[in-house]
């Protein structure tokens, strides 16, 4: 082989690598173009992608901006919602608080009418009472007044106005003087109720040392048996050897406990207050304007009981002291120790005199008054009531428990009460000239106040 031939050979051979190369080439490049063209699609379909992209995100905010305007929108809605929520929880509260104020107000008003209903009744009841009294009363005083001079010399005659009971029929009647129908104990005995001949009775069992002077003892009781008064506490009759007194047995207790509300009993209005000081009046003015005048000297609270009507009635007359006939001053020396009776009602002049008038009465009487406009222990309550009235400022002393006092006749009474407690008896208020017209008045206003006479017996 020549040299021409081996260049034509290797022509031949570069020829065709260069033919494989071109296909391979005219290839690459068909892949490149379809490869161009795959990524001009990725490329327009990224563009398009990114077009829809933005489009997505101006949605998205134009959502947001949407969601951000609803959410303060619901947010306002929410305050709103909550103030008025609030505004309504307080309302509520309030109309609860102004339900439960007006049912207590209700509730107040039941308790309050039932209270002057009961008042009403207790008053229609001290009225038909006063007038069943009254006509005893008249021919009572009547007889009273024709009896008790002779009745002081009385012990030996026959003619006794009082019953004589058995002690067998008063043990009966207190089932033995059984513990249950003990009411109480006094300084000079106990009392027992009991129903002796189907009336109820207070039995007082004086101790012994009170009975020891026998003549003494049927002297009072002969006394104490024609005193007839409404405002006393009927004397039935005894039983002197074992010194059993049968009294009436009074039902609604004494002025202390209900002043002092024990037994959880309601407080006493001020017009019964008013009422009750009359009616003591009433009772020391009977016995001290008896032919031999006789001086109680046991006033106190809790020796004025209260009826069903709440009409006092003084007790213990039994222990009042006859005024001798022959004392033309009405003075009397009195043979009971001082420190037997309750210190603070006793009259001061006692100790500078040494005897004892009417006057002691009014002294205890003023007392009495003072305590039931101030529910106060007697101790420095004259005191306490002058520096109120002095200050003007007697509504501070009143007891509140007792309603709105009519403050011009609570000054009044309160005035008449000191006037009782002058120290010098001369000085004191006298019950017929003063203290009647006083109370008499103040009973008349309040009968006007409610609208009829409570009092029918003047
Ligand atoms: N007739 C009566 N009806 C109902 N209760 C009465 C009667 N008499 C007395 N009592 C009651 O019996 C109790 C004792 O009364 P008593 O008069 O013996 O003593 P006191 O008045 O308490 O004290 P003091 O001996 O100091 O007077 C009191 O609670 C009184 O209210």
């Not at 306002?76 to 207590?104: N, V, W, Y």
């Not at 002690?167 to 129908?181: G, M, P």
Request: aromatic share 6%.
């Amino acid at each position: 082989m020549n040299d021409a031939q081996s260049a034509f050979k290797d022509q031949e051979m570069l020829r065709d690598k260069l033919d494989k190369e071109i296909h391979e080439h005219i290839a690459t490049k068909k892949e490149l173009k379809a490869t161009r063209r795959t990524l001009e699609g990725f490329v327009r379909m990224a563009e398009l992608a990114e077009n829809q992209c933005q489009k997505e995100k101006r949605n998205c905010e134009q959502l947001r901006s949407e969601l951000r305007e609803h959410l303060k929108d619901q947010q306002t809605l929410r305050d709103k919602l909550e103030k008025e929520m609030s505004q309504h929880i307080a309302t509520k509260k309030e109309l609860e608080t102004t339900r439960r104020e007006a049912e207590s107000a209700e509730n107040r008003y039941r308790t309050e009418k039932s209270k002057c209903e009961q008042l009403r009744w207790e008053l229609e009841q001290h009225i038909k009472e006063l007038e069943r009294e009254q006509q005893l009363r008249k021919t009572a005083e009547e007889k009273v007044l024709g009896d008790s001079v002779s009745a002081a010399s009385a012990t030996s005659k026959d003619d006794k106005m009082w019953w004589h009971y058995s002690f067998k029929e008063i043990q009966t009647a207190t089932e033995n003087f059984h513990e249950r129908n003990k009411l109480g104990q006094g300084r000079y005995g106990q009392v027992y109720k009991g129903v002796l001949r189907h009336t109820s009775v207070a039995v007082k069992v004086l101790a012994e040392d009170r009975i020891r002077d026998r003549q003494e003892f049927q002297k009072k009781l002969e006394i104490v048996s024609r005193l007839h008064h409404p405002n006393l506490v009927l004397f039935l009759g005894a039983c002197p050897d074992k010194g059993c007194l049968i009294y009436e047995y009074i039902a609604n207790g004494n002025l202390e406990e209900r002043l002092y509300c024990e037994g959880v009993t309601a407080p006493m209005p001020w017009f019964i207050r008013f009422r009750i000081c009359l009616d003591v009046a009433r009772a020391l003015s009977f016995l001290h304007t008896c032919p031999q005048p006789i001086v109680y000297q046991e006033l106190k609270l809790r020796n004025v009981l209260l009826d069903h009507g709440l009409i006092s009635k003084i007790t213990d007359i039994h222990m009042a002291e006859l005024i001798p006939m022959t004392s033309s001053s009405g003075a009397h020396k009195i043979t009971e120790s001082l420190f037997t009776r309750e210190l603070a009602y006793i009259d001061p002049d006692y100790q500078r005199a040494g005897t004892v008038t009417c006057e002691a009465d009014v002294y205890s009487l003023g007392i009495l008054i003072l305590q039931l406009l101030t529910k106060r222990p007697p101790l420095g309550i004259a005191f306490c009531m002058e520096e109120a009235l002095e200050s003007g400022q007697l509504d501070r002393v009143l007891d509140k428990s007792a309603g709105e006092w009519p403050l011009e006749e609570a000054t009044s009474v309160a005035q008449l009460g000191l006037k009782c407690m002058e120290p010098r008896r001369k000085d004191r208020a006298k019950l017929k000239d003063d203290v009647l017209p006083v109370l008499e008045s103040v009973q008349k206003y309040s009968a006007s106040l409610y609208g009829r006479q409570t009092d029918s017996r003047h």
